[in-house]
Antibody, heavy 121, light 107 residues
Framework: EVQLVESGGGLVQPGRSLRLSCAVSGFNVDEYAMHWVRQAPGKGLEWVSGINWNRGKILYADSVMGRFTISRDNVNNSLYLEMSSLRPDDTARYYC??????????????WGQGTLVTVSS | SSDLTQDPAVSVALGQTVTITCQGDSLKNTFASWYQQKPGQAPVLVIYGDNRRPSEIPDRFSGSNSGNTASLTITGTRAGDEADYYCNSRATSGGVVFGGGTKLTVL
């Protein structure tokens, strides 16, 4: 059974850092593209970052470029999002999601339940 | 532009057919995928590729693509279909882009 479980969210002050994790089971993270997608309270989905199956493509939304870093641990079968210089407008539920196809990109067939990040003083 | 545009809200009578649209330049070169999101839940993929459905999605859901517009059609709409619907595609920049979402109300 495919499962994605995010963790690491919480309340953080502006300017500080936070690391999100996504523990995966039921498939190998190095065989699919993996993404972080966020949703601010009451708002729509916003793509944050993605890494393709062979790490040949790592991309970020303009809103997080230079502040967030996506990474993957094939041994622990996990996805990470290192977030720095956090701002109040980064407040959102952060979902990790898996691409449908082994070498696919944007079609996302499994999502975690998300972890809530609140940036506030 | 990498934006995908959706109508913010659409309503449909119970049992009727509704179409939700998604427009954007990226759709000229790639199919849209569609996601259903109910309150407090993660999004669920309902349509991908050329009108393909995950096995658990009923055939009341269908998709189509023409030019820069993608459409999601729900026939025989049920109360349980009330949700937010999002389209997405590969962005022209290479990343991923989501539409702003359409809130479907079933009357």
């Amino acid at each position: 059974e495919v499962q994605l479980v995010e963790s690491g969210g919480g309340l953080v002050q502006p300017g500080r850092s936070l690391r999100l994790s996504c523990a995966v089971s039921g498939f190998n993270v190095d065989e699919y593209a993996m993404h972080w997608v966020r949703q601010a309270p009451g708002k729509g989905l916003e793509w944050v970052s993605g890494i393709n199956w062979n790490r040949g493509k790592i991309l970020y939304a303009d809103s997080v470029m230079g502040r967030f870093t996506i990474s993957r641990d094939n041994v622990n079968n996990s996805l990470y999002l290192e977030m720095s210089s956090l701002r109040p407008d980064d407040t959102a539920r952060y979902y990790c999601a898996k691409s449908l196809y082994s070498r696919g990109w944007y079609e996302l067939d499994y999502w975690g339940q998300g972890t809530l990040v609140t940036v506030s003083s | 532009s990498s934006d995908l545009t959706q109508d913010p809200a659409v309503s449909v009578a119970l049992g009727q057919t509704v179409t939700i649209t998604c427009q954007g330049d990226s759709l000229k070169n790639t199919f849209a995928s569609w996601y259903q999101q109910k309150p407090g839940q993660a999004p669920v993929l309902v349509i991908y590729g050329d009108n393909r459905r995950p096995s658990e999605i009923p055939d009341r859901f269908s998709g189509s693509n023409s030019g820069n517009t993608a459409s999601l059609t729900i026939t025989g709409t049920r109360a349980g279909d009330e949700a937010d619907y999002y389209c997405n595609s590969r962005a022209t920049s290479g990343g991923v882009v989501f539409g702003g979402g359409t809130k479907l109300t079933v009357l």
